[in-house]
């Protein structure tokens, strides 16, 4: 992996951005690193918790510290959560100082996979046209990405395939 580089991914809750960042990070022989597992793990409550026992806002504060934290280290793969990118300082440091990957899908097939959930805190009790309303408005701020790849007709292994080709001509 190029030196201070990390690949980052971004999209969606529903996106993929873990399975896909730990299959390209393990073809990488590199550390993978999921920012709301490691949100988890330092506060301790799951996400759902954290939203619904401390509110957004102070876990948005916690997600901009342990993302920015995660990001001095140098050559891993790391997986956003669906609302870091939306973060102008994130951003920002992204953008400038490694690559990322926009996991981008039609709506229909990203509502699917968020409708049922019970792990995404946003998506609760939310309805259909306010889950589109939230997709549209992030997706002009992840199409900022390096790289968009349009999952809708990949497979997992083709997605990771188009990953590396891409890092690899970067």
């Known amino acids: 992996m190029k030196s201070k580089e990390n690949l980052v991914f971004l999209g969606m809750m529903g996106s993929g951005k873990s399975s896909i960042g730990s299959l390209v ?33 102070y876990f948005r504060k916690c997600e901009e510290k342990i993302t920015l934290k995660i990001l001095k280290i140098n050559s891993i793969v790391i997986s956003l959560g669906g609302g870091a990118f939306v973060n102008k300082i994130i951003r920002k440091e992204i953008l400038k100082n490694h690559i990322s990957f926009w996991l981008n899908w039609n709506n229909q097939i990203l509502l699917n996979r968020i409708k049922n ?35 809708d007709q990949m497979s997992k292994s083709e997605i990771v395939k188009k990953v590396l080709k891409n890092y690899e001509f970067h």
């Open 25 to 57: 990070a393990k073809k990488l022989k590199v550390k993978f690193v999921d920012i709301d597992k490691e949100i988890e793990k330092e506060l301790g409550l799951s996400i759902a918790k954290i939203f619904e026992t401390k509110g957004e806002d």
């Open 117 to 151: 959930s019970k792990k995404r805190p946003l998506a609760f009790n939310a309805t259909e046209n306010e889950l589109i309303d939230l997709i549209k408005k992030r997706s002009s701020i992840y199409s900022k990405a390096v790289y968009e790849i349009k999952c």
